[in-house]
């Protein structure tokens, strides 16, 4: 069955880079997201990888993807209180199939 | 427009009472959908309705009862719950069922069983 496993928790200073880790059992998955829950609010999409690319830019964010290893990553260069948040991996198998969400790893920006 | 509105934002009811949670989208979308999260875990699909018709129900008690009047609402009517129902209710939309990953959320409706 599929699964999505993220780390728990990651605290970073401001101005430093955030990396959030990301690994999927099903390697037939070929969407792969980027949500973000700020508290008391719903998710945002914040980007997407399709399983036939490597890398996705998108400003200061950065998408890592190893299909090898089945593992996603988001990088957040320059990262501001503002980004502190949960932040959730999701795949789908395909496009109309729903999501499998991971538990979320909660980022926590120093000032 | 691209916003999904859930009214109310929060909601204590008893176990007997008999409430509804509305969503709305003007986007234009044909895939309406509810969510449930309890706290410091992720969303869990309940309910899918695509182009007004019922499409996925992820095995959810009979107590919650979806709606969806037109293409632009979904309700999620409410009865007889359990204290263990409270939960941050989410709703969200997609352009169609082709595209279930690109979901747009509202901002929730909390609710509290007594």
């Known amino acids: 069955g599929e699964d999505v496993e993220q780390s728990l928790f990651l605290s970073v200073r401001e101005g430093d880079s955030s990396v959030i880790n990301c690994t999927y059992t099903?390697?037939?998955?070929?969407?792969l997201y980027w949500y973000k829950q700020e508290p008391g609010a719903g998710l945002q999409l914040l980007t997407y990888?399709?399983?036939?690319?490597d890398m996705k830019q998108d400003q200061r964010l950065t998408v890592l993807l190893n299909k090898k290893d089945k593992h996603l990553s988001l990088r957040i260069a320059d990262t501001q209180t503002g980004d502190s948040a949960i932040y959730f991996c999701a795949e789908s198998l395909s496009g109309n199939t729903p999501l499998v969400f991971g538990k979320g790893t909660r980022l926590s920006v120093i000032a | 427009d691209t916003e999904v509105t859930q009214t109310p934002k929060h909601l204590v009811m008893g176990m007997t009472n008999k409430k509804s949670l509305k969503c709305e989208q003007h986007?234009?979308?044909?895939?309406m959908y509810w969510y449930k999260q309890k706290a410091k875990k992720p969303p869990e699909l309940m309910f899918v309705y695509s182009y007004e018709k019922l499409s996925i129900n992820e095995s959810v008690p009979s107590r919650f009862s979806p709606e969806c009047p037109n293409s632009s609402l979904l309700n999620l009517h409410l009865h007889a719950l359990q204290p263990e129902d409270s939960a941050l209710y989410l709703c969200?939309?997609?352009?169609?069922?082709?595209?279930?990953?690109?979901?747009?959320f509202g901002e929730g409706s909390r609710l509290t069983v007594l």
């Open positions: 099903d390697s037939s998955s070929t969407y």
């Open positions: 990888i399709f399983s036939n690319m």
């Open positions: 986007m234009g979308h044909r895939a």
């Open positions: 969200a939309s997609s352009e169609d069922r082709e595209n279930t990953g690109e979901l747009f």
